[in-house]
């Protein structure tokens, strides 16, 4: 099965600041990885779709990028509102849907 | 507008089985492309899939849980169920199903539904 590694596990950051998550993949997956938000007490949201499409309604600071094994999801100036937990998820193997460990995001 | 929301039991006995429901509307499962899942989150740790069944009715689990689950639908309730058997403590979760409008991702969520282990 193919594995998802996020780094860092928490991050602390500014109001302002540009913030990237990282997540990397066992294996090669191509573009066909997943990035979602979650706040305490809410089901994940997806953000971002074969690794840098934008889910409609997601503010434009939030970008993805990456293919293969290394992937990151960029936060281009920190708000208060992004304070939240992020997961990402592949579905290369189409057996499987594997998502990281998630990366806690707080304000500094 | 799609909704989808979680029912069963807060609460189950060790050794026991889970039956839970998804309730769906605003789509149509058998629409190309479409895809619901169950996903858990045990209290303060990650996601975790489970099993997801797409819209030609093909079924996938989870390679560490898949001796223990069983996803089916009913088309005609527009319902989704998931079993999952000899729960254990360990098993204790928010159970959410979501919807995958092309499987690339999970577009839209349930509320989740929290289940305890417990004798």
């Known amino acids: 099965d193919i594995q998802m590694t996020q780094s860092p596990s928490t991050l602390s950051a500014s109001v302002g600041d540009r913030v990237n998550i990282a997540c990397r993949a066992s294996?090669?997956?191509?573009?066909?990885l997943a990035w979602y938000q979650q706040k305490p007490g809410k089901a994940p949201k997806l953000l971002i779709y074969t690794a840098s499409n934008l889910e409609s309604g997601v503010p434009s600071r939030f970008s993805g990028s990456g293919s293969g094994t290394e992937f990151t999801l960029t936060i281009s100036s920190l708000q208060p509102d992004d304070i939240a937990t992020y997961y990402c998820q592949q579905y290369n193997s189409y057996s499987q849907w594997t998502f990281g460990q998630g990366t806690k995001v707080e304000i500094k | 507008q799609v909704t989808l929301t979680e029912s069963g039991p807060a609460l189950v006995k060790p050794r026991q089985t889970l039956t839970l429901t998804c309730t769906l509307s605003?789509?149509?499962?058998?629409?190309?492309?479409?895809?619901v899942s169950w996903v858990r989150q045990p209290p303060g740790k990650a996601l975790e899939w489970l099993a997801l069944?797409?819209?030609?009715?093909?079924?996938y689990y989870s390679t560490s849980l898949k001796t223990r689950l069983t996803i089916s639908r009913d088309a005609s309730k527009d319902q989704m169920v998931l079993t999952m058997t000899n729960m254990d403590p360990v098993d204790t979760a928010t159970y959410y199903c979501?919807?995958?409008?092309?499987?690339?991702?999970?577009?839209?969520w349930g509320q989740g539904a929290l289940v305890t282990v417990s004798s």
């Open positions: 294996q090669s997956i191509g573009r066909w």
């Open positions: 069944v797409d819209w030609r009715n093909y079924k």
């Open positions: 605003g789509f149509s499962l058998s629409t190309y492309g479409m895809c």
């Open positions: 979501a919807l995958g409008t092309s499987c690339l991702g999970f577009d839209y």
